[in-house]
């Protein structure tokens, strides 16, 4: 089967895509993951300036899923581009840059900074649940005024993140769209808590943080679906819960046209070979030649 797809101005060799802050800056999981299965992999959020993130506990199972409150500690695109810029260009895979701020500037200014780096593309954070205040990906104004400025920012190709905590999720997509983005991410984590019976602590330091995993899955498929009904011309990343090849199916039959892998990389950070193999046997088994013509192609009752 043929996993090429095209993804809004992007032609990708998979549709598979490492999700962000899941494989660090990608630099250094060069060694650990083959990223000759992936269509492109995203570095780890980036704010304007350094951010130290959440005081410990940040990671917790929760359900069938994890909880995360890490509040993206990162090193601020100067040191990012000092650190990592020089080293983007050899990853065997398109990088793809993430940028994260407090305020519709901050987004403009990292990314028209990291527009310098070897990064094919940006997706634009409007979804982390571990920032103080709201998360912006809530609001369709305020979203739309973030991509707007994004776009301003930088001539590459951009792709806005989504919240599944944003409700109706399609007119965030939407006014993304309008304002610019090239596809829309579905979805970040959804907003989760959860607590220890025997210490009667919040399971992460900052009560509520983001919910990923296994569970997440009909969620982001759901969101995923809608969007693609309500929001035809714009391409999707379907993201949330994908540990195996019927996930992304299920993803590209919902509208998808690319899947990226989460906290899936952090037991099995070479999953996507395995994926990739039984892609093939789908394709093999369904006389699926091409894997774009599954994108949206679920059959109704
Ligand atoms: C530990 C951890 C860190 C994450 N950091 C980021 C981040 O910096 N930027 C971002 O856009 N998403 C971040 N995410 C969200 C993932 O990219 C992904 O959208 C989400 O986890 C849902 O997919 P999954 O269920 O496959 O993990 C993070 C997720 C986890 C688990």
């Not at 011309?233 to 919902?254: F, K, M, Q, R, T």
């Amino acid at each position: 089967m043929n996993l090429a797809v095209t993804l809004g101005p992007l032609a990708l060799r998979s549709p598979l895509i490492a999700a962000s802050g899941t494989v660090g800056s990608v630099v250094e999981f060069s060694e650990t993951i083959d990223y000759s299965f992936y269509g492109a992999a995203v570095a780890k959020s980036v704010a304007p300036v350094p951010w130290d993130g959440r005081p410990p506990p940040r990671m917790a199972s929760a359900g069938s899923g994890m909880l995360n409150g890490i509040g993206i500690q990162n090193p601020g695109i100067h040191a990012w581009l000092h650190e990592f810029g020089p080293l983007l260009g050899n990853v065997p895979v398109p990088v793809w840059g993430s940028v994260v701020a407090h305020d519709v500037d901050g987004f403009a200014q990292v990314a028209s900074a990291m527009s310098d780096a070897d990064v094919e593309a940006i997706e634009v954070n409007l979804s982390c649940p571990n920032l103080d205040g709201s998360i912006f990906g809530l609001d369709a104004t305020l979203s739309a005024s973030i991509v707007a400025a994004v776009r301003e920012a930088t001539s590459l190709p951009i792709g806005a993140k989504l919240s599944p905590d944003a409700q109706p999720i399609s007119a965030v997509a939407a006014a993304c769209a309008e304002s610019g983005a090239d596809w829309v991410v579905v979805t970040n984590t959804a907003m989760g808590a959860g607590f220890d019976p025997a210490s009667r602590r919040p399971l992460l330091s900052g009560i509520v943080g983001g919910y990923s995993g296994d569970g997440l899955r009909p969620i982001s498929l759901r969101c995923v679906f809608e969007v693609a009904r309500d929001v035809p011309e714009v391409p999707i990343v379907g993201c949330g819960g994908v540990s195996d090849a019927n996930h992304v199916v299920e993803y590209l039959l919902a509208g998808a046209t690319a899947v990226a892998i989460g906290t899936a990389h952090l037991a099995r950070p070479r999953i996507a070979r395995k994926i990739t193999q039984r892609l093939h046997r789908y394709g093999k088994a369904n006389g699926i030649t091409r894997i774009a013509d599954l994108v949206g192609a679920y059959e109704p009752w």
